[in-house]
Nanobody, 124 residues
Framework: QVQLVESGGGLVQPGGSLKLSCAASDDNFASYTLTWFRRAPGKERDFVAAVSWGKMTFYAESVKGRFTISRDNVKKMVYLQMASLKPEHTAVYYC??????????????????WGQGTQVTVSS
């Protein structure tokens, strides 16, 4: 059972940057697809970005060119670098993991390991 712990959230001004981190506990970390989701106030949780076990990356259209996902298999970490943040990026950001397969799922139902979430607030 992999455990995920997010960190790095906080309050940032519009136009600012923030880097989220997610630490994992499983020795099979390298075999997992790792994904960031977010839940904005009053909205459903939705897909943000994913990195496959082969380090291929996938992004929601709304964050392409603005967010970057990466992973470090030695440190068992996954990161989400966020730039040019806007108030609409305010949300609780969740790290999720699933054993890697051929496809990289973007629906939350496909993921069986979740972190507790970290709050990101973009406001002046």
């Amino acid at each position: 059972q992999v455990q995920l712990v997010e960190s790095g959230g906080g309050l940032v001004q519009p136009g600012g940057s923030l880097k989220l981190s997610c630490a994992a506990s499983d020795d099979n970390f390298a075999s997992y697809t790792l994904t960031w989701f977010r839940r904005a106030p009053g909205k459903e949780r939705d897909f943000v970005a994913a990195v496959s076990w082969g380090k291929m990356t996938f992004y929601a259209e709304s964050v392409k060119g603005r967010f970057t996902i990466s992973r470090d298999n030695v440190k068992k970490m996954v990161y989400l670098q966020m730039a040019s943040l806007k108030p609409e990026h305010t949300a609780v950001y969740y790290c999720a993991a699933v054993r890697g397969g051929v496809n990289v799922p973007t629906d939350e139902q496909s993921y069986d390991h979740w972190g507790q979430g970290t709050q990101v607030t973009v406001s002046s």
